[in-house]
Nanobody
Framework: QVQLVESGGGLVQAGGSLRLSCAASGRTFSMFAVAWFRQAPGKEREFVAA????????YYSDSVKGRFTISRDNAKNTAYLQMNKMNLEDTALYYCAADRGSVYTPSLQTEYDYWGQGTQVTVSS
């Protein structure tokens, strides 16, 4: 079992940056693959980024590639999403997700058993 708590959301101007954090309970965070998803108003939840347990592999959606960076600090039981050059389309509720098993397709929501409550990110013009 693991509980995930997101933080770091807020209001930012277009072109600005934010860093989201995903704090996990438990001692086995290093055994979990982690991903970020987001859901904009009126839209389906979509994949943003994912990172393998060891942190040696990362994956991004095309819409954030080159602007966002996912990372993790297993000693702190925390994963991060650094968001740069943000635009209006990045406005959404951002969720952290984790799974202890083998994640074969990191962009699929069904791969992840544990989810946080989400943190709101709003980008203004």
């Amino acid at each position: 079992q693991v509980q995930l708590v997101e933080s770091g959301g807020g209001l930012v101007q277009a072109g600005g940056s934010l860093r989201l954090s995903c704090a996990a309970s438990g001692r086995t965070f290093s055994m979990f693959a982690v991903a970020w998803f987001r859901q904009a108003p009126g839209k389906e939840r979509e994949f943003v980024a994912a990172i393998r347990r060891s942190g040696d592999s990362t994956y991004y959606s095309d819409s954030v590639k080159g602007r966002f960076t996912i990372s993790r600090d297993n000693a702190k039981n925390t994963a991060y999403l650094q968001m740069n050059k943000m635009n209006l389309e990045d406005t959404a509720l951002y969720y952290c997700a984790a799974d202890r098993g083998s994640v074969y397709t990191p962009s699929l929501q069904t791969e992840y058993d544990y989810w946080g409550q989400g943190t709101q990110v709003t980008v203004s013009s």
